[in-house]
């Protein structure tokens, strides 16, 4: 489960585009931050990715994203020209083929995974229309089959794709079935999806024979061609969409509501919505607590009752300006965002701090979820970690009988922090881009990681601070 969202520039408070998303993961698969400098390549290199090998560019851009301790890709990520990409999990009517046709002996070949995707987007796309297209000809080569999930079979760890593709100045959202695609372009306004496909009748292009295959398929009539709508011929509908048609409605709800409130969506109402769990809704949130959900929420929490799969694991609001006087900038939190705290990351910072970078027992690697064979686990050094006990520590117990108390000391410490932060950001982004402006790419990039630096130390502090405050 994952939630994305977008506000393009003429709903948003900050003339910027925003995207916002939330990670969701099993509870144990830490995601910590990744950051790759820009490379050149020789012709004939190979990438090798979970499942497959493809050629390699031959340019690779600067980005960074949040990248489970196992994955290659990123769960959400930015490159140096501020392209923005969001994914969630799909289920369509190819994946119930694929698993027939594995448990019947017949191995279906394994592709690309989603967040790998991503990456391979961001590094090749220097505008989201770019990044589009490099991910939409990567779908259709190799396709998307194989476990995205630790620890978790083929059949049951297979998912496709929906993902947010941002920039400065436009969106896509592009939706995909095993080798197959469409895309709509957000004109304006806002756009959310969840882990259902959504494009319908609005679709803007889509690959050459996606018609033809749901016609020949049977999942659509060829009488009506010319009234194609996407989701209801690919999407799976065995699968229950109550685990996402309300969690995408809530997010459209409360967009609609921040551009109704103050006629403009900022910062404040995307980590709003990123926190919610159906607060001021007739549920009147979590019957006890939200670590003790009753129902699958946007901030989600793992479930003593085990219909939710894990954690949020990071939670994201990136804000791409469209001028040379700003500069692109990743509020970055890991764990559920309603216990955690929002860093100001930046891709011009030319490198993220090491704490920031870090997962557990298991260290930061690159293998297929078939080569995991443990759960990550508690290392010291890690923000990640840090703040996954944190969560554990507001909780006191499974089923969270000390959250709602100390829930409330640690948002008075980390609103204090993100308050000051939101209101400081906007006159380093001027000085860093005045200083790369000038050709001063160095000078800029120092200023921007000290200024991280600093924020980090801060939210360590409050971390420590809270959890004195808890033992007392």
Not at 18 to 39: G, T, V
Not at 289 to 300: E, K
Not at 416 to 426: F, G, K, S, T
């Amino acid at each position: 489960m994952c939630d994305t969202f977008v506000a393009l520039s003429d709903v948003s408070a900050l003339n910027s585009v925003i995207l916002a998303k939330n990670s969701d993961r099993p509870a144990f698969d830490c995601q910590p931050m990744a950051y790759h400098e820009a490379k050149t390549f020789g012709d004939g290199e190979k990438l090798q990715l979970a499942y497959v090998s493809i050629d390699q560019a031959g340019e690779r851009y600067r980005t960074f994203g949040s990248s489970p301790y196992w994955c290659w890709g990123y769960e959400e990520g930015m490159n140096e020209f501020g392209v923005t990409i969001g994914n969630e999990a799909v289920y369509t009517k190819d994946l119930t083929e694929n698993a027939e046709s594995e448990e019947s002996g017949k191995p279906v070949d394994k592709g690309i995974l989603g967040m790998e995707l991503i990456r391979l987007g961001l590094e090749r796309g220097k505008t989201a229309e770019e990044a589009l297209d490099v991910m939409a000809k990567l779908v259709e080569a190799y396709g998307q089959w194989g476990s995205g999930v630790p620890m978790s079979d083929t059949v049951s760890g297979s998912y496709n794709n929906s993902y947010i593709i941002a920039d400065k100045k436009e969106a896509y959202i592009l939706e995909t079935a095993g080798n197959r695609w469409a895309v709509r372009k957000v004109e304006k306004g806002y756009a959310a999806i969840s882990n259902e496909v959504s494009i319908r009748t609005d679709m803007t292009s889509g690959c050459s024979d996606l018609i033809d295959h749901a016609i020949k398929k049977g999942w659509w009539p060829e009488e009506k061609r010319d009234a194609f709508d996407f989701a209801k011929a690919y999407i799976n509908q065995n699968n229950p969409r109550q685990l996402s048609h309300i969690r995408v409605q809530r997010a459209r709800q409360l967009l609609s509501q921040a551009t109704g409130r103050d006629e403009k969506i900022g910062v404040t109402d995307m980590k709003r919505i990123l926190r919610d769990h159906y607060e001021d809704t007739f549920l009147e949130g979590p019957y006890f607590n939200a670590s003790s959900p009753d129902f699958l929420t946007i901030c989600m929490h793992d479930s003593p009752a085990g219909f939710t799969w894990g954690n949020t694991a990071s939670s994201m609001v990136a804000v791409l300006p469209d001028n040379d006087r700003k500069l692109p900038v990743m509020w970055w939190a890991p764990v559920v965002p309603c216990c955690s705290i929002y860093i100001p990351l930046f891709i011009d910072a030319r490198g993220l701090p090491e704490y920031l970078q870090k997962a557990g027992t298991f260290g930061k690697t690159m293998c297929a979820p078939s080569e995991v064979d443990c759960e990550d686990t508690y290392k010291e050094g890690s923000f990640w970690w840090d703040m996954r006990s944190l969560l554990d520590e507001i909780n006191g117990n499974a089923d969270g009988d000390t959250y709602e108390q100390r829930h409330a000391i640690v948002r008075s410490l980390f609103d204090e922090l993100e308050n000051r932060w939101l209101a400081e950001v906007d006159a380093v982004e001027m000085r860093a881009a005045a200083l790369k402006n000038d050709g001063k790419v160095q000078e800029a990039a120092d200023m921007l990681y000290a200024y991280t630096e600093k924020c980090v130390g801060e939210a360590q502090e409050a971390i420590e601070r809270a959890k004195k405050m808890f033992r007392v």
